[in-house]
């Protein structure tokens, strides 16, 4: 059960980080809380840590992504396709989520909402930035 409520926390989150990313670009003012409200209407830590935690190392994260992306950078995918490889790669880094669990739970969101080239984008950033981590470790 557990699981599969992560799985729907993260789908909220990353309808989230989508609203956040489409301000931005509009250059309209938000307030996460908010906006974290209009998506959710329990409070819930899980989603609240993804979500200020994607802000907090937004530039830590599009860095990483844009370094292993082939000849394209994050801000080129569409605002899903951002959200979801950012909550990928923050839960990566920043969580003790196992990172299979990161790979396959960015992945299914991923098969729901974006095309199958930028799945596998996705699948080959998330899979790269893991590798890295444990040849680091």
């Known amino acids: 059960m557990e699981h599969k409520k992560r799985s729907e926390l993260r789908q909220k989150i990353m309808t989230i980080l ?7 670009k509009n250059k309209v003012k938000y307030d996460v809380d908010s906006i974290i409200r209009e998506v959710l209407d329990i409070d819930n830590e899980f989603v609240k840590d993804c ?8 530039n830590e994260i599009e860095k990483l992504a844009n370094k292993h992306m082939k000849n394209w ?44 080239k930028v799945k596998n984008m996705i699948n080959a950033i998330l899979d790269s930035i893991s590798k890295e981590q444990e040849d680091g470790k």
Do not use: F, H, M
């Open 73 to 116: 950078t994050i801000d080129r995918l569409g605002n899903t396709d951002q959200a979801i490889l950012q909550l990928g790669i923050y839960e990566l880094i920043y969580t003790d989520t196992p990172d299979i669990v990161c790979i396959n739970e960015a992945l299914e969101l991923a098969k729901l909402y974006s095309d199958d």
């Open 18 to 24: 989508y609203q956040i990313n489409v301000y931005k």
């Open 51 to 58: 979500v200020y935690g994607v802000q907090t190392y937004l």
